[in-house]
């Protein structure tokens, strides 16, 4: 008996062998990227489709819709994820229009372990449906259901393959330019920043995985997205907001004394007798609400994620989040997502490695936001927690008091000062369901540093 997935969530590979096929009711092709931990090919050889049936462990059976068989003995071992992509032959047409499409994981006999039904895509064409990724040493699938606005060509050359011209077939949508040119690997910082502070900060180009395009029901931003926040939901817009009170003074961090943070405080990331914090945890979470009713008590489904944004001064360089839980530098690993907040503890926690971090960036921002457009008002005991990742002790923890009417929360920033890091305890809130509609807000946090 199969099991049924949700978008984010995964689960193990017992066998070897696997086929992936799709069922949809509109023509389309699948195809299959086989990249490094940095979300890249290492030739074209890794690009699996219709024109090159064949790769290392990969396959592309015929039919219609045809399917990938895939033997994972024979994945090369610096192939880190498989992503399978679905591509419909009109490239003028959208997923939107037609009933959800469902990828299926199946063992070489046919038995089904795993069906995913694509939910949520409004004018995408193409969609990352799933893939498969290696965690520990053992092979796992994830569902996906990254819609990609970008077309077809953008799609593949964000991920390395090398594009002479468009495909003859109708395959492959008209390509349409980037956003932004692609920023190459270590790019340095800019000498200034690309716009001043009170502005937010643009979003990436595609291939930086970041932001997502639109997911389940977020139709594609309107000219003039996001909209400034409105005087009384909160906090006044930019230019008429309030200069902070002042922090109370920055403190020192200790494993005996847990340090309770208020907004706005900061301390430096070091232990005591001064040695730097090499690799830290960001633990977040949060418990729904239980409303009562005429049958009992039933608990609010909220479903929140966690995400840390990278900036290199004001302009966004990666982002770790439910649909990309390893930064392309490797330095930030997300643990993966939590569908409900229930239980102790963290919901959902962070591994950063300052050492790793890029020399250009110069800022991570920790946020959560709402999926399902839940407010704050409807969750509890929100929290953040600073840990030492290398002996689990409790640093500092922030906990967010009362409910607030925002879809989407900063609860923290890491920043470099000098050759220090400090962390600061935000608890703003704002509006945004996911870490696409979030980013462009965030200019606001940076310039307060």
């Given at each position: 008996?199969?099991?049924?997935?949700?978008?984010?969530?995964?689960?193990?590979?017992?066998?070897?062998?696997?086929?992936?096929?799709?069922?949809?009711?509109?023509?389309?092709?699948?195809?299959?990227?086989?990249?490094?931990?940095?979300?890249?090919?290492?030739?074209?050889?890794?690009?699996?489709?219709?024109?090159?049936?064949?790769?290392?462990?990969?396959?592309?059976?015929?039919?219609?819709?045809?399917?990938?068989?895939?033997?994972?003995?024979?994945?090369?071992?610096?192939?880190?994820?498989?992503?399978?992509?679905?591509?419909?032959?009109?490239?003028?047409?959208?997923?939107?229009?037609?009933?959800?499409?469902?990828?299926?994981?199946?063992?070489?006999?046919?038995?089904?372990?795993?069906?995913?039904?694509?939910?949520?895509?409004?004018?995408?064409?193409?969609?990352?449906?799933?893939?498969?990724?290696?965690?520990?040493?053992?092979?796992?699938?994830?569902?996906?259901?990254?819609?990609?606005?970008?077309?077809?060509?953008?799609?593949?050359?964000?991920?390395?393959?090398?594009?002479?011209?468009?495909?003859?077939?109708?395959?492959?949508?008209?390509?349409?330019?980037?956003?932004?040119?692609?920023?190459?690997?270590?790019?340095?910082?800019?000498?200034?920043?690309?716009?001043?502070?009170?502005?937010?900060?643009?979003?990436?180009?595609?291939?930086?995985?970041?932001?997502?395009?639109?997911?389940?029901?977020?139709?594609?931003?309107?000219?003039?997205?996001?909209?400034?926040?409105?005087?009384?939901?909160?906090?006044?817009?930019?230019?008429?907001?309030?200069?902070?009170?002042?922090?109370?003074?920055?403190?020192?961090?200790?494993?005996?004394?847990?340090?309770?943070?208020?907004?706005?405080?900061?301390?430096?990331?070091?232990?005591?007798?001064?040695?730097?914090?090499?690799?830290?945890?960001?633990?977040?979470?949060?418990?729904?609400?239980?409303?009562?009713?005429?049958?009992?008590?039933?608990?609010?489904?909220?479903?929140?994620?966690?995400?840390?944004?990278?900036?290199?001064?004001?302009?966004?360089?990666?982002?770790?989040?439910?649909?990309?839980?390893?930064?392309?530098?490797?330095?930030?690993?997300?643990?993966?997502?939590?569908?409900?907040?229930?239980?102790?503890?963290?919901?959902?926690?962070?591994?950063?490695?300052?050492?790793?971090?890029?020399?250009?960036?110069?800022?991570?921002?920790?946020?959560?936001?709402?999926?399902?457009?839940?407010?704050?008002?409807?969750?509890?005991?929100?929290?953040?927690?600073?840990?030492?990742?290398?002996?689990?002790?409790?640093?500092?923890?922030?906990?967010?008091?009362?409910?607030?009417?925002?879809?989407?929360?900063?609860?923290?920033?890491?920043?470099?000062?000098?050759?220090?890091?400090k962390m600061e305890a935000l608890g703003e809130g704002f509006q945004a369901k996911h870490p696409g509609e979030?980013?462009?807000?965030?200019?606001?946090?940076?310039?307060?540093?």
């Amino acid at each position: 008996m199969s099991a049924t997935l949700a978008k984010g969530q995964n689960g193990p590979l017992a066998t070897n062998d696997v086929v992936i096929s799709i069922q949809l009711t509109a023509p389309a092709d699948l195809s299959a990227l086989l990249v490094t931990e940095r979300g890249k090919v290492r030739s074209d050889a890794d690009f699996v489709f219709f024109n090159q049936p064949s790769g290392p462990g990969v396959n592309l059976l015929p039919g219609q819709p045809a399917s990938l068989a895939v033997s994972l003995n024979g994945v090369p071992a610096d192939i880190e994820q498989i992503r399978a992509v679905i591509t419909l032959d009109d490239a003028n047409s959208s997923f939107g229009r037609f009933p959800a499409p469902t990828a299926i994981v199946s063992d070489s006999a046919g038995n089904r372990l795993y069906e995913y039904q694509i939910d949520g895509l409004q004018s995408e064409s193409i969609v990352i449906a799933l893939e498969l990724y290696r965690r520990q040493g053992a092979w796992k699938v994830r569902a996906v259901g990254q819609g990609y606005a970008g077309g077809f060509e953008a799609l593949v050359t964000d991920h390395g393959v090398t594009v002479d011209e468009a495909p003859a077939t109708g395959t492959a949508a008209a390509p349409q330019p980037p956003a932004y040119p692609a920023q190459p690997p270590n790019y340095p910082p800019p000498t200034t920043p690309a716009y001043p502070t009170q502005q937010a900060p643009q979003a990436a180009p595609p291939g930086s995985g970041y932001p997502p395009p639109p997911g389940p029901g977020y139709p594609p931003p309107a000219a003039g997205y996001p909209p400034p926040p409105a005087v009384g939901q909160g906090y006044p817009p930019p230019t008429q907001q309030a200069a902070p009170q002042q922090a109370p003074a920055e403190i020192s961090l200790s494993k005996d004394r847990p340090v309770s943070l208020q907004k706005g405080q900061r301390v430096t990331l070091r232990k005591e007798g001064g040695a730097a914090l090499t690799f830290v945890k960001m633990g977040l979470g949060w418990d729904p609400v239980r409303s009562r009713g005429m049958f009992g008590n039933r608990t609010v489904d909220v479903d929140l994620d966690a995400s840390v944004a990278m900036f290199a001064e004001m302009n966004i360089v990666d982002v770790a989040y439910y649909g990309q839980l390893t930064s392309k530098d490797g330095s930030i690993r997300h643990q993966g997502d939590n569908l409900t907040g229930e239980g102790e503890g963290d919901d959902e926690v962070i591994l950063v490695d300052l050492t790793r971090i890029p020399a250009h960036v110069t800022s991570l921002l920790f946020m959560v936001t709402s999926y399902k457009g839940h407010t704050f008002e409807q969750i509890q005991n929100a929290f953040c927690r600073l840990v030492d990742g290398t002996n689990s002790a409790e640093l500092a923890r922030y906990t967010m008091a009362g409910g607030m009417r925002f879809t989407a929360m900063a609860m923290a920033m890491v920043y470099r000062v000098g050759s220090d890091w400090k962390m600061e305890a935000l608890g703003e809130g704002f509006q945004a369901k996911h870490p696409g509609e979030a980013v462009p807000q965030l200019g606001r946090f940076l310039g307060a540093k």
